[in-house]
């Protein structure tokens, strides 16, 4: 079965510095990895995904993340982080042979960008 | 273009009454499915529908129906309500012609059981 893990619970980063959110992930076959950012009493809003190719992901707000299969990492990182980017984030696997709708997801990373 | 919308947003009920969350999407996507979010555990996925008449029982489905008559709509109905039910409920809907099948999630409906 696949799981994801996030190991820290929160990242604190001052304004203007890089960010990295740390996921890795465990899956039988070749994974489908997504990142998603929630602030508060909103929904989730999705930031980018690796289906395939490049091990570079570019996303939305300026967001990338890199794919390591031997590490079985997909971290997330911006090079200079905005004050407006505190929020809730979570990375998600799916296992492309099981249902589409079928994401497992980790328990999440609180990022707070300090000014 | 609305995207997932979900009623009502915020919700109390006391333990044992039923209601129905509801869902809807005018993305024409296939699938739509409900996760729940609880603090500590990230989303869990309650059931999920692959097109209309069909539905089935994800990770934590016990207390909760779900039904898809038509693509747009796919409601959740809690039967009887209890404590353990309290959560953030997120409707969400994707299609198979988007590479990887990206899900979209609707803005979330607070549910407290009292």
């Known amino acids: 079965a696949q799981s994801v893990a996030q190991p820290e619970d929160q990242v604190n980063v001052a304004e203007g510095n890089p960010l990295t959110v740390k996921c890795t992930y465990s899956?039988?076959?070749?994974?489908?990895l997504f990142w998603y950012v929630q602030y508060p009493n909103r929904g989730l809003q999705f930031l980018l995904k690796y289906i395939t190719g490049d091990n570079l992901v570019k996303g939305s707000y300026g967001f990338e993340a890199e794919f390591n299969k031997s590490q079985t990492s997909f971290h997330l990182k911006k090079p200079s982080a905005l004050v407006s980017d505190s929020a809730l984030y979570f990375c998600?696997?799916?296992?492309?042979?099981?249902?589409?709708?079928?994401?497992?997801f980790g328990t999440g990373t609180r990022l707070l960008v300090s000014p | 273009n609305a995207g997932v919308t979900q009623t009502p947003k915020f919700q109390v009920l006391k333990t044992g009454q039923s209601m129905t969350l509801q869902c809807a999407q005018d993305m024409n996507h296939e699938y739509m499915s409900w996760y729940r979010q609880d603090p500590g555990m990230g989303l869990r996925l309650i059931h999920y529908s692959v097109g209309a008449g069909i539905t089935d029982q994800g990770e934590v489905p016990n207390g909760y129906n779900v039904s898809r008559s038509t693509t747009e709509d796919f409601p959740l109905r809690l039967l009887s309500a209890a404590p353990s039910q309290t959560s953030v409920y997120f409707c969400?809907?994707?299609?198979?012609?988007?590479?990887?099948?990206?899900?979209?999630f609707g803005e979330g409906s607070w549910l407290t059981v009292v």
């Open positions: 899956v039988s076959g070749n994974p489908y």
């Open positions: 998600a696997v799916r296992d492309p042979n099981t249902g589409f709708q079928k994401l497992v």
């Open positions: 969400a809907s994707s299609y198979s012609g988007d590479s990887g099948n990206t899900i979209y």
